[in-house]
């Protein structure tokens, strides 16, 4: 509040403030009948920085269950992997 309205009303207000920028959030992998095991398993490795046999695994509950969270991090992170998987047409799904 500047001074002027401070003085006119004798009255000090306090606001507080917060933004929630980097919400907790998951990258949803959908199965496909287009793309190789070997093709999900590189892509979620580039994504997501893991290792090949938790990609590998990754990769076989999309394809058993259809879907499947491959990461979670927050909102920020969770686009730049679904972007990364989307390179090569994966469905991707970010859920907060």
Known sequence: MDEITKKETGIDVLT?????????SKVLLYN???HTFEE???QLMKAT??????????????H???????Y???ITDCLKVSSVLEEIAL??????
Do not use: P, Y
Not at 16 to 24: C, G, I, K, R, S
Not at 64 to 70: F, I, L
């Open 91 to 96: 469905n991707t799904q970010v859920i907060t």
């Open 16 to 24: 507080e403030e917060e933004t929630l920028t980097e919400l907790t």
């Open 64 to 70: 058993t269950r259809g879907s499947a969270v491959v």
């Open 49 to 62: 920085r893991c290792s090949f046999e938790k990609a590998r695994d990754f990769a076989f509950e999309v």
């Open 32 to 34: 496909d009948d287009w």
């Open 40 to 42: 999900v398993i590189f």
């Open 72 to 74: 979670d991090g927050t």
